[in-house]
Protein backbone atom coordinates (compact mmCIF):
# COMPACT_ATOMS: atom_id res chain seq x y z
CA UNK A 1 0.00 0.00 0.00
CA UNK A 2 1.57 3.18 -0.89
CA UNK A 3 1.77 6.33 1.51
CA UNK A 4 -0.88 8.76 1.64
CA UNK A 5 0.70 12.41 0.22
CA UNK A 6 -1.25 15.36 2.03
CA UNK A 7 -0.39 18.73 1.08
CA UNK A 8 1.11 20.44 4.61
CA UNK A 9 2.93 23.15 5.52
CA UNK A 10 5.78 22.66 3.24
CA UNK A 11 4.04 22.41 -0.09
CA UNK A 12 2.28 24.60 -2.05
CA UNK A 13 -0.85 24.58 -4.08
CA UNK A 14 0.28 25.25 -7.87
CA UNK A 15 -2.00 27.50 -10.00
CA UNK A 16 -0.98 27.23 -13.91
CA UNK A 17 -2.04 30.59 -15.80
CA UNK A 18 -4.00 30.27 -19.14
CA UNK A 19 -0.90 29.18 -21.46
CA UNK A 20 0.45 26.65 -19.42
CA UNK A 21 -3.16 25.08 -18.99
CA UNK A 22 -3.04 25.13 -23.27
CA UNK A 23 -0.14 23.33 -23.28
CA UNK A 24 -0.96 20.44 -21.03
CA UNK A 25 -3.90 19.75 -22.88
CA UNK A 26 -1.88 19.91 -26.31
CA UNK A 27 0.21 17.08 -24.28
CA UNK A 28 -2.88 15.11 -23.45
CA UNK A 29 -4.08 15.27 -27.22
CA UNK A 30 -0.65 13.12 -27.37
CA UNK A 31 -0.47 11.00 -24.64
CA UNK A 32 -3.43 9.56 -22.16
CA UNK A 33 -5.02 12.45 -19.75
CA UNK A 34 -4.16 9.92 -16.79
CA UNK A 35 0.11 10.18 -17.95
CA UNK A 36 -0.17 14.20 -18.42
CA UNK A 37 -1.96 14.52 -15.13
CA UNK A 38 0.25 12.77 -12.75
CA UNK A 39 3.32 14.09 -14.83
CA UNK A 40 2.11 17.35 -13.91
CA UNK A 41 0.61 17.06 -10.34
CA UNK A 42 -3.41 17.84 -11.28
CA UNK A 43 -6.17 15.53 -11.30
CA UNK A 44 -8.06 14.24 -14.29
CA UNK A 45 -11.09 16.07 -13.35
CA UNK A 46 -8.91 19.17 -13.66
CA UNK A 47 -7.58 18.22 -17.64
CA UNK A 48 -11.06 17.57 -18.49
CA UNK A 49 -12.43 21.13 -16.96
CA UNK A 50 -9.19 23.18 -18.47
CA UNK A 51 -10.58 21.12 -22.07
CA UNK A 52 -14.13 22.45 -21.63
CA UNK A 53 -12.76 26.23 -20.63
CA UNK A 54 -10.08 26.63 -23.16
CA UNK A 55 -11.23 23.61 -25.70
CA UNK A 56 -8.86 24.05 -28.62
CA UNK A 57 -7.13 27.39 -28.11
CA UNK A 58 -3.30 28.41 -28.66
CA UNK A 59 -1.85 30.36 -26.29
CA UNK A 60 -2.45 34.05 -28.52
CA UNK A 61 -6.49 32.89 -28.08
CA UNK A 62 -6.27 33.23 -24.00
CA UNK A 63 -4.81 36.25 -24.01
CA UNK A 64 -7.38 37.79 -25.98
CA UNK A 65 -10.05 36.03 -23.69
CA UNK A 66 -8.39 37.46 -21.14
CA UNK A 67 -8.96 41.11 -22.18
CA UNK A 68 -11.90 40.40 -23.84
CA UNK A 69 -13.03 39.03 -19.89
CA UNK A 70 -11.86 42.55 -17.96
CA UNK A 71 -13.19 44.39 -20.41
CA UNK A 72 -16.73 42.41 -19.95
CA UNK A 73 -16.01 43.17 -16.04
CA UNK A 74 -15.37 46.48 -16.44
CA UNK A 75 -18.34 47.47 -18.86
CA UNK A 76 -20.34 45.53 -16.33
CA UNK A 77 -19.23 47.55 -13.18
CA UNK A 78 -19.75 50.70 -14.91
CA UNK A 79 -23.09 50.09 -16.21
CA UNK A 80 -24.88 47.94 -13.17
CA UNK A 81 -25.85 51.68 -11.08
CA UNK A 82 -27.66 53.01 -14.29
CA UNK A 83 -29.38 49.66 -14.78
CA UNK A 84 -30.72 50.22 -11.42
CA UNK A 85 -31.86 53.55 -11.53
CA UNK A 86 -32.95 52.73 -14.75
CA UNK A 87 -35.80 50.45 -13.13
CA UNK A 88 -36.27 52.13 -9.96
CA UNK A 89 -37.51 55.23 -12.01
CA UNK A 90 -39.94 53.00 -13.90
CA UNK A 91 -41.10 51.07 -11.22
CA UNK A 92 -40.14 47.59 -12.01
CA UNK A 93 -37.48 47.89 -9.35
CA UNK A 94 -38.65 49.60 -6.56
CA UNK A 95 -37.79 49.80 -2.86
CA UNK A 96 -39.74 46.81 -1.03
CA UNK A 97 -42.16 48.95 1.66
CA UNK A 98 -41.93 47.37 4.99
CA UNK A 99 -45.79 46.43 5.91
CA UNK A 100 -47.07 48.33 9.17
CA UNK A 101 -47.40 46.01 12.42
CA UNK A 102 -49.51 47.34 15.12
CA UNK A 103 -49.08 46.77 18.30
CA UNK A 104 -51.27 44.10 20.22
CA UNK A 105 -52.45 45.45 23.41
CA UNK A 106 -52.47 43.28 26.05
CA UNK A 107 -56.02 42.51 28.05
CA UNK A 108 -55.88 44.28 31.32
CA UNK A 109 -55.27 41.83 33.93
CA UNK A 110 -57.76 41.79 36.88
Known amino acids: MAPQL ?3 A ?3 KRRYNGKQIVR ?3 EADRDTVHEVA ?3 GVSEASTYAGRKR ?4 VSDDVKHLKTLEAENA ?3 RRSWP ?3 SGL ?3 GKWAKKKQPRRFAVSKPASR
Not at 54 to 57: D, I, R, Y
Open 24 to 26: ILH
Open 88 to 90: RSC
Open 6 to 8: RRG
Open 82 to 84: SVI
Open 38 to 40: KRH
Open 10 to 12: GTK
Open 54 to 57: FGEM
Open 74 to 76: ELT
